[in-house]
């Protein structure tokens, strides 16, 4: 579903960010990627998401070739792909209702569509019961669920996850983990950056464990090992 | 499908210029300068048009006869001066003894004048003919064709004393000089006043796409369309421009009621308050398409520069 071909990004004062990076993602497959900070993992998902270039390489989605995406063809692939921040990036003067509904309109969704997913969403991520509050009354856990339910709304094919657990608590991160496992389970691609050890050994799912810009382990059913 | 966009882009360009309140107000205060300055030269340029034509409308020449000239051959001149396509018809024709009258009128209260008038025995004075041309260029060909025409009485002398247009001609020429470049200037420093305000005003917004930036960068990542993003801007840009416009309309008036009353006798015979109510509807749509024109246009460029994740 996902390949990326012997992908390099060199930046051009030639700082390497990335070096001849290659690995397939199934669907429906539950990837996690480890490393260090400055080890190359947001500047692969940059990649993934078009915001970047590859300097060699080919990245694929399906069939296409993301570098060579127009501008139209990337607004409508990237609304097959839901993105999770580390900062959740949610409007602070929007509420949760809306911020979601804002993707949805973002995507050409009808009202319709809007009033009834968007409860719906935010009952998978249990948190009907603040629908209509804004972030700034919400606890970093709960911004972090917004943040999925606007980023699984769409029903996009893959969901992205840039440390989305990287400004939370222990009893936090587990539940954001549970939710991103629901979404694996019916049936989304999740990929995950985290260097949160605790998280990677409770999941048992594939781990690439990336280090200096190049991909040094690829496990099956792998283990936070640096 | 467009339908729904247009009114999700329509709506959130009004609610992203309520909540930006306070940069909404100064991107109005700024627009109102540029607009100001707009309606300004529409002023102006009524006032300097109209003193051009009231003062082209003063101006005549007239033809001085000899105190011999026989009444008929003045009235055959003043006939076929009038048959002239550039003459705007009525030639006045004064007869020696209305010019005198007048002379002695306009000098009643002038013991020495009117005492040597009266010594002098006979009306030293001429009749006058009073041409007025449709347009001020066209007086010199009126002033050829009496050079050609022949004026010369039985004894071969010619009955018109002489022509005022050429002493005359200098003042025209150098109070339409004035004018002309006083409306140069002015249109020079509108267009200079127009270039500034709109700089200030695409910075201004410019302010207000920052702070909305984040925004714009989620937008980006959920796949929204360029012109999904623009769209609202495009729109808040619009409403400064129509707001900022309603307000400069709404303070002409006042404006307007204290220029006309005081510079009325300045200016000749143009009211700028009773121009600013005749022509209402064109100043109107002048000011708001100008308006709307510089707020969409200047924040359509100025979020170009956000939109590039």
């Known amino acids: 579903m996902i390949h990326f071909d012997k992908v390099s990004k060199i930046y051009p004062d030639s700082s390497i960010a990335l070096e001849d990076i290659s690995f397939s993602i199934e669907p429906k497959e539950f990837i996690s990627i480890v490393g260090h900070s400055g080890a190359g993992k947001t500047t692969l998902l940059k990649m993934f998401l078009a915001e970047e270039k590859p300097s060699k390489g080919k990245i694929f989605f399906e069939s296409n070739d993301i570098s060579t995406l127009n501008r139209n063809q990337i607004n409508d692939f990237r609304r097959k792909v839901g993105v999770v921040f580390q900062d959740f990036r949610l409007l602070p003067d929007r509420n949760v209702y809306e911020n979601i509904a804002f993707a949805m309109e973002a995507a050409g969704r009808t009202d319709d569509e809007i009033e009834a997913d968007v409860p719906h969403v935010l009952d998978l991520v249990d948190l009907k019961s603040k629908i209509w509050n804004f972030p700034h009354e919400l606890s970093g856990g709960e911004r972090q669920r917004v943040s999925i339910a606007r980023a699984i709304v769409n029903q996009p094919d893959v969901v992205i996850a840039d440390e989305p657990t990287g400004n939370l608590d222990p009893l936090n991160t587990y539940d954001i983990v549970q939710i991103l496992k629901k979404i694996n389970d019916l049936g989304t691609t999740v990929i995950l950056t985290t260097h949160n050890k605790g998280v990677i050994d409770s999941l048992k799912k594939r781990v690439l464990t990336m280090e200096n810009g190049k991909i040094i382990r690829d496990d099956r059913e792998g283990k936070y090992i640096i | ?309």
């Open chain 2, 1 to 309: 499908m467009i339908w729904i966009k247009l009114k999700r882009i329509v709506r959130s360009g009004f609610y992203s210029f309520w909540r930006n309140g306070f940069v909404s107000l100064s991107s109005i205060l700024v627009m109102m300068v540029t607009l100001f300055v707009i309606g300004s030269t529409i002023f102006s340029g009524a006032i300097l048009g109209s003193t051009l034509n009231q003062i082209k409308d003063k101006v005549d020449v007239n033809v001085y006869f000899v105190t011999t000239a026989p009444e008929e051959e003045i009235l055959a001149i003043k006939e076929s001066i009038e048959k002239l396509p550039e003459v705007a018809p009525p030639v006045v024709y004064i007869s020696k003894e209305d010019v005198l009258a007048d002379f002695k009128k306009r000098h009643e209260n002038d013991e020495f004048t009117l005492q040597a008038l009266d010594e002098l025995g006979e009306n030293p004075l001429g009749a006058t003919l009073n041409i007025k041309a449709k347009d001020p260029s066209q007086y010199e060909s009126i002033v050829k064709f009496l050079d050609n025409e022949s004026t010369l009485s039985s004894d071969g002398t010619s009955i018109i004393d002489k022509v005022n247009y050429y002493q005359n001609k200098d003042a025209i020429d150098r109070l339409t000089n004035i004018i002309n470049s006083a409306n140069r200037l002015g249109v020079i420093l509108t267009i200079f006043l127009i270039i500034i305000s709109t700089l200030i005003t695409f910075n201004t917004l410019r302010l207000v796409i920052y702070m909305s930036r984040d925004e714009i960068a989620v937008m980006r990542l959920v796949g929204a369309s360029t012109n999904y993003i623009r769209g609202p801007f495009f729109v808040a840009g619009a409403i400064y421009g129509f707001i900022s416009a309603i307000f400069t309309l709404i303070l002409f008036y006042p404006i307007t009621i204290w220029l006309g009353n005081t510079t009325e006798n300045f200016f000749v015979g143009l009211n700028v308050f009773h121009y600013y109510t005749a022509n209402f509807g064109q100043i109107f749509l002048v000011i708001v398409a100008s308006g709307v024109a510089i707020g969409s246009v200047s924040s359509f460029l100025a979020v170009r520069k956000y939109l590039k994740v």
